[in-house]
């Protein structure tokens, strides 16, 4: 609403989370490899070993160039597009917490700085110092992450800082610890997924060589799955903190986001398939190959996928839970702009807009495009399909109650005209053919207008009421629906599609279990 | 009042804006001594890989010294702009998101400039001899992207200075492809701070060659050579300078002219020592065992009064829009003292490191 929203056509949190999910990973592999290498490097140099120490340095260029580039450049890189993305939140985030992003730019200097002494050191400092500036590495670097995870954890469990603004409440959040350990074992499993990488593509030379690189390997293989199980471990523990947090977790959990348990599940998947496939090396070391280390990097990003998007979807809709929207507005605002109308609250209108629909595009812009796009990422013009411009206007005073995490609309009735004319013009009524199929259509029609809100089994379920009701029952229901609740909108679908939908609550009331997916 | 002038955030700020002023100075005159030795010693560079003929050694020996340096110049470029990066977000954020976000794409592309150009100085550095012929492209690449990146910077950092421009540019495309190309303030700006790159690194290059003990020959070859490129760019780069005064807004060029003390005393200053800074190196020029510490100094400060004029200009330009005395300020007392404790023990420790590493004979 202050700022302009930047129309990424494949939507900005798409490139924001493809930014956070590269640099995350590399993140903590970046604080869990420093303390990989100087343990190695003391291992080789007790046990004389010099086919591992060689190892360890080649080990330690990947590192270096890993790190120092890809990790340093990506976490800038999460800057830049968060102040593309949300500006308004980086405003607040900088504001509260300068001094914590500036500490954390001190050890990221410490951080930066040994790790090149330690690289340029391996020639020339005495085994002492060398393995001194290692572990200078390693602490700045996880004291790096010992402050982001305030910062971060803030942002979606603010806890007391809400009313009393201060920085270390907010700081030691319901879900600092909890995170702080989630962040510790995924750094161990990381440094142990480098090893394994490192290893299975490194050239196996010699015997001595070979030794070496099994005793890596089988290392490596133990910090990744002790990681994952600490991982999963402390997933509980944090889940059990954000509920704590987060008052209406259980729902969202439960499906108020329609896809949170298919990512929740991915992630568990992710999970079992690193811990998994971390057996193999464990087990046979020398038979470690580059094509397991391409299936481990692979669930292993998979699960920080789904956790970073988990993370993402339970702050929604905020961008600092309780305290700013994604579109920018504060919680402390919405009294004002309910008084107000949303005009005077979008800076970013156009001088030239003249028609109910050019208004509403920057009405648009400004209070749908922060979560949505186009045709891209959670697309708005499928989900408009079904729904004629008057329905439209329906619905949008109630885009708090949808199953979404949404924020409320508080468009007077002009405001609201507005921009339903601009949803509807641009809506891609192409979709809004029903299938041939009868399930496929009944099941289309629902979604299109009781799913946004209701599932048949978990959230808001509807299963219960409808259970016994007669087609006749069901269709004096639909004729009075803001009767049974005021937050539903009346039904104002055309013959057809009243069809469709009659079928498929007619077959959801008969108990039909084929019909009960959702 | 320009609409689209975000409103100020009503977040106090954790110290008063001096302070952040003052860290926003500091950290930019590093970050600024660290580009300049990356884009001017890379140009410099480019220069001796491109050059056939010519003093043979003399090239060879800037070529291994600046490929060698130029990925830690990168580290220290990096790392030294997130801090100015964050003061500025924490006094200007609502003028420099918004400008951000009307050039979205290019100033995102920035990230992954800054990736390959990093991994090009790596690659010219480990590899660079084995590369040949691929030597000139790896560190050009580099050069490229750095001074891309730095394009994408003047672009923006003119663009936050004009509000009156923004809503014709996001309305006409909110895609965010925009760049500030019609702002006349932009070329001389880039310019003058690309020349002055290419300066600093040829006097750094100077007070490089004095490591050289072994050979007094090609010692005295470097000075020469790096002192020639100081003299030749900074001739050039004042008449640079006054194009960018008079490419300022009027109003703001008026300040410069006698219309506020301040800004015409920082323009009389570095007027003066640009001049002071030819004579400088022009004495060590025609008699190279001179010392060189009296120039460094003094471009030092030339250096410092730059940032500050700038800081003057958008003053200027953000005149009755951004008022930094308005913000809010509650003062985190505690945290800040943590920062200088952790600030103090922190560059401790990257001394302590790195002169460990300057003692060590090279094995």
């Known amino acids: ?518 | 009042m320009n609409p689209f002038v975000p409103s100020p955030d009503v977040l106090p700020i954790p110290a008063p804006a001096p302070l952040f002023e003052a860290l926003l100075h500091l950290t930019f005159l590093v970050h600024l001594l660290f580009m300049n030795a990356l884009l001017g010693g890379g140009v410099i560079l480019l220069a001796s890989l491109s050059t056939r003929g010519g003093d043979r050694e003399l090239h060879e020996t800037i070529v291994e010294r600046i490929s060698k340096l130029l990925p830690t110049l990168f580290a220290g470029t990096v790392t030294f702009g997130v801090a100015p990066l964050l003061f500025l977000q924490t006094l200007y954020g609502g003028f420099f998101y918004t400008s951000s976000i009307l050039m979205g794409w290019p100033w995102f592309a920035t990230v992954p400039l800054l990736i390959v150009g990093y991994y090009a100085a790596y690659l010219n550095a480990f590899r660079g001899r084995r590369l040949g012929g691929g030597r000139r492209w790896a560190a050009g690449v580099a050069v490229g992207c750095v001074a891309l990146v730095g394009f994408a910077f003047s672009n923006n950092t003119t663009l936050m200075l004009t509000p009156e421009k923004w809503g014709r540019l996001y309305f006409a495309s909110p895609g965010g492809l925009h760049l500030n190309l019609g702002e006349a303030l932009l070329w001389p700006r880039f310019l003058h701070m690309a020349l002055g790159a290419v300066a600093v690194a040829g006097l750094l290059l100077a007070l490089l060659a004095r490591r050289e003990r072994a050979d007094a020959r090609l010692r005295e070859a470097l000075v020469r050579r790096g002192l020639d490129t100081f003299l030749a760019v900074t001739v050039v780069n004042v008449m640079v300078g006054f194009w960018y005064l008079l490419a300022l807004r009027e109003d703001v060029r008026r300040l410069f002219m006698g219309g506020s003390g301040h800004a015409t005393g920082l323009l009389g200053l570095g007027v003066a020592l640009s001049l002071v800074l030819l004579l400088l190196a022009w004495r060590v020029r025609t008699v190279p065992a001179r010392s060189l510490k009296p120039l460094a100094w003094a471009t030092l400060l030339t250096l410092a009064v730059m940032i500050l004029m700038r800081d003057a200009a958008r003053a200027g330009y953000l005149a009755g829009m951004a008022n930094l005395q308005e913000i809010p300020v509650r003062t985190q007392a505690l945290n800040l003292a943590i920062f200088a404790v952790l600030l103090l023990g922190g560059i401790a420790t990257v001394v302590w490191m790195v002169r460990k590493l300057l003692a060590a004979p090279s094995r």
């Open chain 1, 1 to 518: 609403m202050n700022y302009p929203v930047w129309e990424v056509p494949m939507g900005g949190g798409v490139l924001m989370a493809l930014v956070s999910v590269l640099h995350v990973f590399v993140a903590h592999l970046a604080v869990g490899g420093g303390l990989w290498l100087v343990l190695a490097e003391r291992a080789a140099r007790r046990r004389g070993d010099a086919a591992l120490l060689a190892l360890v340095k080649s080990q330690s260029r990947a590192f270096l160039l890993l790190t120092l580039v890809f990790g340093a450049i990506t976490g800038v890189g999460i800057w830049t597009t968060a102040a593309l993305i949300s500006p308004q939140a980086l405003v607040a985030l900088i504001r509260a917490y300068v001094w914590g992003w500036a500490m954390e730019w001190v050890f990221f200097i410490v951080e930066i700085a040994a790790a090149l002494v330690y690289w340029y050191g391996w020639e020339r400092l005495d085994e002492r110092t060398h393995r001194t500036v290692g572990w200078i590495y390693f602490v700045a670097a996880y004291v790096s992450l010992v402050i982001i995870n305030g910062i971060v954890t803030f942002m979606l469990t603010p806890g007391g800082w809400l009313e009393n603004r201060e920085f270390w409440t907010g700081f030691f959040n319901p879900t600092y610890w909890p995170s702080l350990a989630l962040r510790s074992a995924a750094a161990a499993a990381q440094a142990g997924l480098f090893v394994l990488v490192t290893a299975a593509f490194l050239k196996r030379g010699d015997a001595r060589a070979a030794d070496a690189a099994a005793w890596a390997t089988r290392r490596g293989a133990l910090w990744v799955a002790a990681g994952v199980a600490a991982f999963a471990a402390a997933l509980l523990w944090y889940r059990s903190a954000l509920t704590g947090a987060i008052p209406d977790w259980a729902d969202l959990a439960a499906g108020a986001i329609p896809v949170l348990p298919r990512v929740v599940t991915v992630m568990w998947a992710g999970a079992a398939a690193t811990f998994l496939l971390a057996l193999w090396p464990l087990a046979a070391p020398r038979r470690w190959h580059p094509a397991g280390a391409v299936l481990l990097t692979a669930s292993a990003l998979v699960l920080f996928f789904g956790g970073e998007w988990v993370r993402e979807a339970a702050r929604k809709p905020y961008t600092i839970h309780g305290y700013l929207y994604s579109t920018g507005l504060r919680v402390d605002q919405e009294p004002e702009i309910a008084a107000a109308g949303v005009t005077a609250f979008t800076r970013w209108r156009d001088p030239a807009a003249a028609t109910p629909a050019e208004r509403g595009r920057d009405l648009y812009r400004a209070w749908c495009l922060p979560c949505h796009t186009h045709d891209g990422y959670n697309a708005m013009r499928p989900f408009l399909a079904h729904r004629t411009e008057a329905e439209i206007a329906d619905f949008l005073p109630r885009l708090q109650h949808m199953r979404a995490r949404m924020p409320a609309w508080h468009g007077d009735a002009a405001e609201t005209a507005d921009l339903a004319a601009f949803l509807a013009a641009d809506a891609d009524r192409g979709l809004a053919v029903f299938p041939a199929d009868p399930g496929a259509a009944g099941r289309l029609a629902w979604d299109a207008h009781c799913g946004t809100c209701h599932t048949l089994d978990d959230y808001r379920a509807l299963r219960p009421s409808l259970a016994g009701s007669s087609r006749e029952d069901l269709e004096a229901m639909l004729d009075a629906l803001p009767d049974l609740a005021a937050e539903m909108p009346a039904y104002g679908g055309d013959p057809v599609e009243r069809g469709h939908l009659l079928d498929f609550l007619t077959g959801a009331a008969g108990a039909d279990p084929d019909r009960s997916a959702e």
